[in-house]
Nanobody
Framework: QVQLVESGGGLVQTGGSVRLSCAAS????????VGWFRQAPGKEREFVAA????????YYADSVKGRFTISRDNAKNTVYLQMNSLKPEDTAVYYC??????????????????????WGQGTQVTVSS
């Protein structure tokens, strides 16, 4: 049984930092693409960052580029999201997701929620102004 469990969320002031973790079990983690998404109240779930299994490449939403960093530790089956210079508009529930290995990634693949097979339960991040 595949499980993704996020942790590290909480309340932080504007300009502060938070590191989210997502621990995976039940899958060959090193072979999976991992991503982070977020969903604010009344809004659709949106892409934040992704890192494919096969390369060291990273992908970010324009809104977080330069402030957030996705990384993975395959030995610990864990993916991280380091969030710096937080803004009130970053307030959301943050979800990690994983997708099976592929040999081809079509344009826009990493940002589409339906491409990911597995999801965590989410962790709340609230940025106070």
């Amino acid at each position: 049984q595949v499980q993704l469990v996020e942790s590290g969320g909480g309340l932080v002031q504007t300009g502060g930092s938070v590191r989210l973790s997502c621990a995976a079990s039940g899958l060959a983690f090193s072979a999976y693409t991992v991503g982070w998404f977020r969903q604010a109240p009344g809004k659709e779930r949106e892409f934040v960052a992704a890192r494919p299994w096969s390369t060291g490449s990273t992908y970010y939403a324009d809104s977080v580029k330069g402030r957030f960093t996705i990384s993975r530790d395959n030995a610990k089956n864990t993916v991280y999201l380091q969030m710096n210079s937080l803004k009130p508009e970053d307030t959301a529930v943050y979800y990690c997701a994983a997708d099976k290995p592929r040999t081809y990634y079509p344009s826009g693949y990493f940002s589409r929620t339906y491409e990911y097979d597995y999801w965590g339960q989410g962790t709340q991040v609230t940025v106070s102004s």
